[in-house]
Nanobody, 123 residues
Framework: QVQLEESGGGLVQAGGSLRLSCAASGSIFSIDDAGWYRQVPGKQRELVVTSRKYGSTDYADSVKGRFTFSRDTDKNTVYLQMNSLKPEDTGVYYC?????????????????WGQGTLVTVSA
């Protein structure tokens, strides 16, 4: 079974930093396109950043210059470094990724979502 597991959320004061991690597990060959989304109660899930494995990385205007996406291909893990956090960054952050994995000796691809990790930024 392949899945994404997030970690790194928590409570931080405004101006602080957090680093979220999203690790793919199972018979993973690689992570291709990936991104982070966030959601607050009563609102739709919104895109924070999307990154193509061999292409561009695009950030929401609200996080440009403060958040940085990165990946470690050896660990099949993607990260979101969040600096200069603001109260409006509060929400549940979800990792989304297309993974390549092996099953029955065949390479397959699947889009996965993590379970979400809560980030709370106090004023």
């Amino acid at each position: 079974q392949v899945q994404l597991e997030e970690s790194g959320g928590g409570l931080v004061q405004a101006g602080g930093s957090l680093r979220l991690s999203c690790a793919a597990s199972g018979s993973i060959f690689s992570i291709d396109d990936a991104g982070w989304y966030r959601q607050v109660p009563g609102k739709q899930r919104e895109l924070v950043v999307t990154s193509r494995k061999y292409g561009s990385t695009d950030y929401a205007d609200s996080v440009k210059g403060r958040f940085t996406f990165s990946r470690d291909t050896d660990k099949n893990t993607v990260y979101l470094q969040m600096n200069s956090l603001k109260p409006e960054d509060t929400g549940v952050y979800y990792c989304n990724a297309e993974v390549i994995f092996t099953q029955d000796r065949v390479y397959r691809n699947r889009e996965l979502w993590g379970q979400g990790t809560l980030v709370t930024v106090s004023a």
